[in-house]
């Protein structure tokens, strides 16, 4: 299967959605608050991005779940697909990104350097503006996060398909797999090392399960996700 025209799809279609615009002035800015979701679709703002070429599209749904109230559980048999919502974000101002996720187990084969590996249980990707010339069709920079099989933690790669994605191994190894697992990153941090730059506006946000490459299984769920000025933020009130 070719892998190019799946994330290629995949970005175009979330960077599409995006429309200008200053974030809110407040401490945080919760991204993805699934308890607001009704009757297990996705809430407002956020869009399925499936594609024609792939008969074996990952499927997302919102489910209950004990820690969280509601999260999003993603399941992915030798298929690909995201979920995908617009910003217009100054990282300067909310650098820090947190998340959770959980998955079942890692992928067998997955790999950060070769296209034919080129899958991962869970991945959190952020886009910025670019004046590059940009790559493949996707003009943006994106920083990638993912939950590895084998390659240590802190590893940081070009994509093999696309030079403008940077993807740093957030987590690795199948020890915790089963658990919520809270992580945060400074995304202007990230940025400068991935692009010896400083960051433009963030421009979107895309969770992806997938497994075509290796011809394999994935299972995972992701639960909130937020922006904030401050690590030490708190979390996103299950109420809104």
Not at 10 to 17: D, E
Not at 134 to 156: F, M, Q
Not at 210 to 221: I, K, L, P, Q, R
Request: proline content about 8%; aromatic content about 10%.
């Amino acid at each position: 299967m070719i892998r190019m025209p799946i994330f290629t799809s995949v970005l175009l279609c979330w960077l599409l959605l995006a429309v200008p615009g200053d974030g809110p002035a407040e401490q945080r800015i919760d991204l993805g608050v699934w308890t607001s979701a009704e009757d297990g679709r996705l809430p407002g703002g956020w869009r399925l991005l499936t594609f024609p070429s792939i008969s074996a599209a990952t499927s997302y749904e919102v489910v209950p779940d004990p820690v969280y109230g509601q999260v999003v559980e993603a399941q992915s048999s030798e298929g690909a697909g995201g979920i995908g919502r617009s910003l217009s974000i100054d990282p300067l101002s909310y650098p820090i990104l947190t998340w959770s996720w959980k998955i079942a187990d890692t992928i067998s084969g997955s790999s950060l350097w070769h296209k034919s590996g080129d899958d991962f249980p869970v991945r959190v990707m952020i886009s910025f503006k670019s004046d590059s010339a940009g790559h493949r069709g996707l003009k943006d920079n994106i920083l990638c996060y993912v939950w590895a099989t084998d390659e240590p933690i802190g590893s940081v790669a070009i994509n093999p398909i696309h030079s403008n994605i940077r993807t740093f191994v957030a987590l690795s190894g199948s020890d915790r797999r089963g658990e919520w697992i809270e992580m945060s990153r400074n995304l202007v941090e990230d940025y400068r090392v991935a692009f010896s730059e400083e960051p433009e506006a963030v421009t979107g946000l895309v969770l992806m399960t997938d497994s075509d490459n290796t011809g394999s299984e994935a299972h995972a769920w992701y639960g909130p996700l937020w922006l904030s000025s401050d690590i030490a933020a708190p979390p996103p009130d299950p109420s809104k």
